[in-house]
């Protein structure tokens, strides 16, 4: 299994660089199920990326990188991203906020403390203030 950085997601979902992008397909298109972990930290500053250096919206970025960690070959934790997409495009909080949230509500979590008004009203109960 090997782990795959930032620059290689970015290559392949922007298309930027036509030879570094075929280079990624043909690396995606050649793994093997689950052979290409991609950390959660990783989405993250992919998210980061797209947003504050390719300037897409937070609908492209959740539909690219929906459709993207579907791809059988990497191994990602996707219910937990799909969900975080979810929330990051339907109520354009930051990726990190919608993280949490959908870690909170997928799992055994009783909540997420913050200081966030924001969040704590999008959040169904799940984030309180301290």
Known sequence: MYLVDTNIIIRFLTRD??????????????????????P??????????????????????????????????????????LHTLYLFAKE???????YLLAKAKISDYDGVYSFDERLQKIGDGKVISP
């Open 92 to 98: 354009k909080v930051g990726f990190i906020d919608a």
């Open 17 to 38: 660089n036509e030879k570094m992008f075929l280079q990624v397909q043909r690396l995606f298109t050649q793994a093997t199920a689950e052979s290409l972990l991609i």
């Open 40 to 81: 959660d930290a990783i989405c993250a500053e992919v998210v980061y990326v797209l947003q504050h250096v390719y300037h897409l919206s937070e609908l492209e970025i959740a539909d690219k990188l929906s459709r993207f960690i579907e791809f059988e070959a990497f191994k990602v934790n996707k219910k937990l991203l």
